[in-house]
T-cell receptor, first 111, second 115 residues
Framework: DAGVTQSPTHLIKTRGQQVTLRCSPK?????VSWYQQALGQGPQFIFQ???????QRGNFPDRFSGHQFPNYSSELNVNALLLGDSALYLC??????????FGPGTRLTVL | QKEVEQDPGPLSVPEGAIVSLNCTYS??????FMWYRQYSRKGPELLMY????GNKEDGRFTAQVDKSSKYISLFIRDSQPSDSATYLC???????????????FGQGTILTVHP
């Protein structure tokens, strides 16, 4: 049984560019949450998707947007990249409100 | 003030030692408490999950929650070099009658267990 998968593994972008990160949830899970983890810090909640709708959002600007597809997979989009957006982006999946399981993350570097 | 405070360490102990990791929190709405382990350049892995106050044991790991003091702990007995990782506490509130919602994490404690 495949766990949570994310792509790509690493990504390098320049300031002002846009990026799309992808996540496939664990089999049987219907809820996807996204987190940003800066170096040396704990993950920070970006938003959560359930039934293709954004259900809850953390303290992140509108440059961060997302989408959930009918097969429960999800994308995270970040526009107008800033140097401060460099981080590990984590996707977590769960079945409704149950325990969240994390993927390996996508490491984004903004130059 | 951060909602969840965790001593970042680093913590270095000899193999076989008992390790104590702690977090304090300020939001009394938190009902669900978790400990995750994160190896270098990997995603967090769930270790322990507890609801409300009390103790929960799983092998060498014991999670403790004291809601009256807003304090949670993770104890690792007979620590092994393979336990070397960053340990993250996480919490969530009960929103709208369900347990869905965001996890609020501590900063993480870096643990090294040396042979």
């Amino acid at each position: 049984d495949a766990g949570v998968t994310q792509s790509p593994t690493h990504l390098i972008k320049t300031r002002g560019q846009q990026v799309t990160l992808r996540c496939s949830p664990k089999s049987g899970h219907d809820t996807v949450s996204w987190y940003q983890q800066a170096l040396g810090q704990g993950p920070q909640f970006i938003f959560q998707y359930y039934e293709e709708e954004e259900r809850q959002r953390g303290n992140f600007p509108d440059r961060f947007s997302g989408h959930q597809f009918p097969n429960y997979s999800s994308e995270l989009n970040v526009n107008a990249l800033l140097l401060g957006d460099s981080a590990l982006y984590l996707c977590a999946s769960s079945l409704g409100g149950d325990t969240q399981y994390f993927g390996p993350g996508t490491r984004l570097t903004v130059l | 003030q951060k909602e969840v405070e965790q001593d970042p360490g680093p913590l270095s102990v000899p193999e076989g030692a008992i390790v104590s990791l702690n977090c304090t929190y300020s939001n009394s709405a938190f009902q669900y408490f978790m400990w995750y382990r994160q190896y270098s350049r990997k995603g967090p892995e769930l270790l322990m999950y507890t609801y409300s106050s009390g103790n929960k044991e799983d092998g060498r790991f014991t999670a403790q929650v004291d809601k009256s003091s807003k304090y949670i702990s993770l104890f690792i007995r007979d620590s092994q070099p393979s336990d070397s990782a960053t340990y993250l506490c996480a919490m969530s509130a009960n929103a709208g009658g369900t347990s869905y919602g965001k996890l609020t994490f501590g900063q993480g404690t870096i643990l090294t267990v040396h042979p």
